[in-house]
Structures are given as structure tokens and as C-alpha cells.
């Protein structure tokens, strides 16, 4: 199957530094990906929709400011957590789709553990 | 807004038997797409099954099958013969057609199978 591939797995920084998440479509081109956010043994809450050569789609309550969506390429979308905090500490997860219509099977990568010391 | 309710946080059951799974959902439209995700210890998503809203044979996939009840709203996930693989949380998950992609999933079932 298509596989998407996330980096880095883990990550631990300081609070007021940047840390830069990548997302890419090994095997296929992904004019859209979505980036979400998982707590500890909760859901996942989908933070914003990437797409590619045009600005991202923050949901409500997400600070694009905060979280910088950069999709410049049919293969890779970046997420830069800018000025870190420990609240930020989460796990963050992408998702490429692979087609142009909503019923073709979104690709899942396989996540991002953040800790903001 | 669309809602999807998984009312099971915690399931367990014995290594060979059937667990069922339950998943409802909340929309106005008609032309839809659910799907069941797992995922492990190694928090890698994995698609188990997905179903068309149009399409009245429920989906199934080797020994996972659903039981999708459009006017109930409600798209149930069985698993046969469970394996200690299984254990995993699994979430439901709903995404309407005009959305773009945009998944909206359950808060997630966390199924133990035991030796």
C-alpha cells in the first residue's frame, strides 16, 4: 500500500525554540494532507488541511501563527511549532490523500512525540 | 456539524472470540463515507474497513465485518476469531462527501484480547 512517511518520530526541545515536522508521500503525490494532534489515550483532533501551493485551512481554535503549514511540494507538507511551550507537548500525526475525490483511502503517518521541556 | 459517538472507552475479550464494536454518527447529508481506523501500541493508524453510505452490503475484510444501519445511523465493527494482534484502540471515523477528506473521528474504543 502507499505509504507516508513521518519525521522525526520523537523529538525533544526547549521551550522558545522551533521544531520542524516533516510529512511525505513516498510512492504517490498528495495534493492534500491533513495534520492532527492526539493526547495521551484521546482522539484525534485535526488541526489544519494542507494543500499544496495554496495557504493551509486552520480549524477553529488553531493558531496559525503557532502551528506554520508549509506544503510546497506534491510529496511534502511541513509543520513548524513555533515557540514551543510544554503545552504544546503532544503527538502529532499527518495524512496524505492519494486521488482527487473524497472517497479514495487517506495514508497515515506514523506520528511525532513532542516534548517541550 | 457532523458527530461520531463511539460508547464503549473499554473493551476486552478472549483470544478466538467475536467483540463487536459500536460506532454512531450524526449528519444531514446523504452521501458519506465511515470507516473503522486501528491503532496499536506503535500508534501507527491502520484502515481496517471503510463503507460507503450508498452501498448497502456491508463491507467486509477477512475476519472484520460492520454492520452499517444508515436509517439508525450506526455502523457497528465485528471482529471474529480475535487474535492478540487485536489489541489496539480503535476509532470510528465519518467524512461527507462535500468535506474535502476532512475525517472526523470517535473518541476511540480500546480493545484488549486476552490468552
Known amino acids: 500500500g502507499a505509504v507516508v512517511s513521518q519525521h522525526p518520530s520523537r523529538v525533544i526541545c526547549k521551550s522558545g525554540t522551533s521544531v520542524k515536522i516533516e510529512c511525505r508521500s513516498l510512492?504517490?503525490?498528495?495534493?492534500?494532507m491533513f495534520w492532527y494532534r492526539q493526547f495521551p489515550k484521546k482522539s484525534l483532533m485535526l488541526m489544519a488541511t494542507s494543500n499544496e501551493g495554496s495557504k493551509a485551512t486552520y480549524e477553529q481554535g488553531v493558531e496559525k501563527d503557532k502551528f506554520l503549514i508549509n506544503h510546497a511540494s506534491l510529496t511534502l507538507s511541513t509543520l513548524t511549532v513555533t515557540s514551543a511551550h510544554p503545552e504544546d507537548s503532544s503527538f502529532y500525526i499527518c495524512?496524505?490523500?492519494?486521488?482527487?475525490?473524497?472517497?479514495?483511502?487517506?495514508?497515515f503517518g506514523s506520528g511525532t512525540q513532542l516534548s517541550v521541556l | 456539524a457532523q458527530t461520531v459517538t463511539q460508547s464503549q472507552p473499554e473493551m476486552s475479550v478472549q483470544e478466538a472470540e467475536t467483540v463487536t464494536l459500536s460506532c454512531t454518527y450524526d449528519?444531514?447529508?446523504?452521501?458519506?463515507?465511515l470507516f473503522w481506523y486501528k491503532q496499536p501500541p506503535s500508534r501507527q493508524m491502520i484502515l481496517v474497513i471503510r463503507?460507503?453510505?450508498?452501498?448497502?452490503q456491508n463491507a467486509t475484510e477477512n475476519r472484520f465485518s460492520v454492520n452499517f444501519q444508515k436509517a439508525a445511523k450506526s455502523f457497528s465493527l465485528k471482529i471474529s476469531d480475535s487474535q492478540l494482534g487485536d489489541t489496539a484502540m480503535y476509532f470510528c471515523?465519518?467524512?461527507?462527501?462535500?468535506?474535502?477528506?476532512?475525517?472526523?473521528f470517535g473518541e476511540g474504543t480500546q480493545l484488549t484480547v486476552n490468552p
Open positions: 510512492d504517490f503525490q498528495a495534493t492534500t
Open positions: 449528519t444531514s447529508e446523504s452521501n458519506y463515507y
Open positions: 495524512s496524505a490523500r492519494m486521488g482527487g475525490r473524497t472517497n479514495e483511502k487517506l495514508f
Open positions: 471515523a465519518f467524512v461527507e462527501e462535500t468535506s474535502g477528506s476532512r475525517l472526523t
Open positions: 463503507q460507503e453510505a450508498y452501498k448497502q
